[in-house]
Antibody, heavy 116, light 109 residues
């Protein structure tokens, strides 16, 4: 059974940093693209970042480029998102999801709140 | 930048009725890269349809997808009580790499 479990969310001040983690199990982690997708309270879904299985390709939308860094450790079946220079508009539930061109499975998400 | 626009914003129907949800793209989208998701309150989204018309694992056959180019449709043939949720379309491949529609809320009439 595929399991994706996010952690690391919390309350952070504007300009601060946070590192999210996602522990994966139930599939061959190193073979798959992994992704982060977020959802602001009461809003829709927004893609945040993607990384290839071997970490050779990383992708970001303009909204987070230069502030967020995606990485993975295939030996630990883990995905990460380093978030720097956080803004109020980054407040959201952050989901880890696997898939290439679509998001086949999702974790339950971790809430990040950026507020003073 | 590709923008996906879903309509209607809210759809009010009764169990047993047919639901038709629309997703329109601002530019042509490859049929290989159009997907649909269902999200219930307090839950993560779930993949329903990918490649425009292929049902994901475990998705009942009352869900179907169709379309091409800039116009795509998700149809639920006979609504069950558990189908009332928010539905999102998603495209892959054009800047930004992934984008979602704003969602259609399917509510019980």
């Amino acid at each position: 059974e595929v399991q994706l479990v996010e952690s690391g969310g919390g309350l952070v001040k504007p300009g601060g940093s946070l590192r999210l983690s996602c522990a994966a199990s139930g599939f061959d982690f190193s073979r798959y693209y992994m992704n982060w997708v977020r959802q602001a309270p009461g809003k829709g879904l927004e893609w945040v970042s993607s990384i290839s299985g071997g970490s050779s390709h990383m992708h970001y939308p303009d909204a987070v480029k230069g502030r967020f860094t995606i990485s993975r450790d295939n030996a630990k079946n883990s995905l990460y998102l380093q978030m720097n220079s956080l803004r109020a508009e980054d407040t959201a539930v952050y989901y880890c999801a696997y898939g290439d061109s679509r998001f086949d499975y999702w974790g339950q998400g971790t809430l990040v709140t950026v507020s003073s | 930048e590709i923008v996906l626009t879903q309509s209607p914003g809210t759809l009010s129907l009764s169990p047993g009725e047919r639901a038709t949800l629309s997703c329109r793209a601002s530019q042509s989208v490859s049929s290989r890269y159009l997907a649909w998701y269902q999200q219930k309150p307090g839950q993560a989204p779930r993949l329903l349809i990918y490649g425009t018309s292929t049902r994901a694992t475990g998705i009942p056959d009352r869900f179907s997808g169709s379309g091409s180019g800039t116009d795509f449709t998700l149809t639920i043939s006979r609504l069950e009580p558990e189908d009332f949720a928010v539905y999102y379309c998603q495209q892959y491949g054009s800047s930004p790499l992934y984008s979602f529609g704003q969602g259609t809320m399917l509510e019980i009439k």
